[in-house]
Nanobody, 116 residues
Framework: QVQLVESGGGLVQAGGSLRLSCAASGIIFRLNTMGWYRQAPGKQRDLVAAISSDGIPNYADFVKGRFTVSKDNAKNTVYLQMNSLKPEDTAVYYC??????????WGQGTQVTVSS
């Protein structure tokens, strides 16, 4: 079992920055991918960014160049640095942990609101 605790969400003005954190605990599989999804009201949940256990990142096209995903292996924590935020980025952001076998774990979500 993997537990995920998210933090860092909040209210920010357009053009501002925010950093999300997600700390994983429990049984940590060495081969894994951690990432971030987001879901805006009335819309589907979309992948934002992910990073593998060997440090390979992937980004959705709509955040590429603005967001950076990184991880601290010693703390079992993944981060999402969000720059140049737009009102369209407003959503609940969910941390996810996926094993190579396909088992996925989810955080509770953290609200990000970007005002204009």
């Amino acid at each position: 079992q993997v537990q995920l605790v998210e933090s860092g969400g909040g209210l920010v003005q357009a053009g501002g920055s925010l950093r999300l954190s997600c700390a994983a605990s429990g049984i940590i599989f060495r081969l894994n991918t951690m990432g971030w999804y987001r879901q805006a009201p009335g819309k589907q949940r979309d992948l934002v960014a992910a990073i593998s256990s060997d440090g390979i990142p992937n980004y959705a096209d709509f955040v590429k160049g603005r967001f950076t995903v990184s991880k601290d292996n010693a703390k079992n924590t993944v981060y999402l640095q969000m720059n140049s935020l737009k009102p369209e980025d407003t959503a609940v952001y969910y941390c996810t942990f996926a094993t190579r076998g396909g088992t996925a774990y989810w955080g509770q979500g953290t609200q990000v609101t970007v005002s204009s």
